[in-house]
């Protein structure tokens, strides 16, 4: 069996941090090895224990979550640092990704998509929550994320209804409305999402919006605040 995946968690509210352990907890695959309530006691964790995960929040007593990050990269270039935070600006999210952070879960939806936002990050990919509006890709798309094996021949490999199911993904358009347009339960429209990443090798909803603005497919202007 895999050995488990350390993470650290830095919360500064003792429930919510209870609460994440209690998530964490339900996947075999992590062990929660530290807890720390503020910047200063996080950063001498980072360097004793240099877990594999850091879960951060953005608001912390002592500093910034997001200079945290900053800071925490400086010391353990390795870290594979998940932001927890009740903002979804896309200010903060942009900035979050600048500064070295690989995903994003806003705290409202951190019960559903926390382990699935570890499992991403722990394998290298990046993650950002389905509740953020997709208007914050246009703030990313200058990042320096892992480019995705685009070619034409791929496009073509979809079927049309993986085509026309995959631009309205990359619009934002949610996959209830998307049923609703093309008259197929939202169980099909994400069996579709799901043969379309597999196909074309992406791993997240920014990955898509990037094949699909790279292929003009959809107009940049889109993401316009």
Not at 67 to 87: C, D, G, P, W, Y
Not at 125 to 130: G, K, M, P
Not at 201 to 224: E, P, Q
């Given at each position: ?207 898509l919006v990037r094949y699909a603005i790279k292929l003009g497919l959809i107009d940049v202007d889109l993401w316009k605040?």
């Amino acid at each position: 069996m895999a050995e488990k995946k350390s993470i650290l968690l830095i919360d500064d509210h003792p429930l919510f941090r209870e609460g994440l352990k209690s998530i964490i907890g339900r996947d075999g695959r992590f062990n929660v090895v530290g807890e720390a309530e503020n910047g200063r006691h996080a950063l001498k964790m980072v360097r004793n224990l240099k877990p594999d995960l850091i879960v951060v929040d953005i608001s912390l007593p002592d500093v910034n979550g997001i200079q945290l990050t900053r800071e925490i990269r400086k010391i353990f270039s390795e870290a594979k640092i998940l932001i927890v935070s009740m903002h979804s600006k896309i200010d903060y999210i942009a900035e979050a990704f600048q500064v070295g952070a690989m995903g994003y879960v806003v705290k409202e939806s951190a019960t559903e998509g926390l382990l699935q936002a570890l499992r991403s990050v722990a394998k290298g990919e990046y993650y950002l929550d389905s509740s953020v509006s997709p208007q914050v890709i246009r703030n990313l798309m200058k990042l320096p994320v892992k480019e995705a094996r685009i070619t034409d021949s791929d496009y073509g490999s979809l079927t049309v209804r993986e085509q026309e199911v995959m631009r309205m993904l990359a619009e934002g358009v949610p996959s209830k409305e998307i049923a609703d347009k093309l008259f197929i339960s939202p169980k099909t429209v994400e069996n579709h999402r799901a043969n379309i990443m597999k196909k074309l090798n992406l791993h997240s909803t920014m990955d898509l919006v990037r094949y699909a603005i790279k292929l003009g497919l959809i107009d940049v202007d889109l993401w316009k605040d």
